[in-house]
């Protein structure tokens, strides 16, 4: 567990989250984008999927911590 986990605040916490699952969705896009194995493909499109639905439901817990 890194120290922002630890001591940052909810805000700071689901912002680190946030940056964490975009960068995974891409590197699941890039693999998506440039596999020659269908299965990888197919693969790498349905934990582009998942992350997708993580940094929704992270931003939607972002806005909610805003709105109060």
């Known amino acids: ?3 922002i986990a630890k001591s940052g605040t909810p805000s700071e916490i689901l912002e ?3 940056k964490k699952e975009r960068a995974a969705y891409d590197f699941y ?3 998506r984008d440039h ?9 790498a ?3 582009c999927e998942e ?3 993580h940094i929704r439901m992270i931003e939607k817990h ?3 911590l805003k709105l109060g």
Request: aromatic share 0%; charged share 30%.
């Open 1 to 3: 567990m890194n120290s």
């Open 51 to 53: 992350e997708h639905r």
């Open 16 to 18: 680190a989250a946030l």
């Open 62 to 64: 972002i806005l909610d």
């Open 29 to 31: 896009a890039e693999v």
């Open 35 to 43: 596999a020659k194995v269908d299965m990888v493909k197919a693969l």
């Open 45 to 47: 499109e349905q934990l």
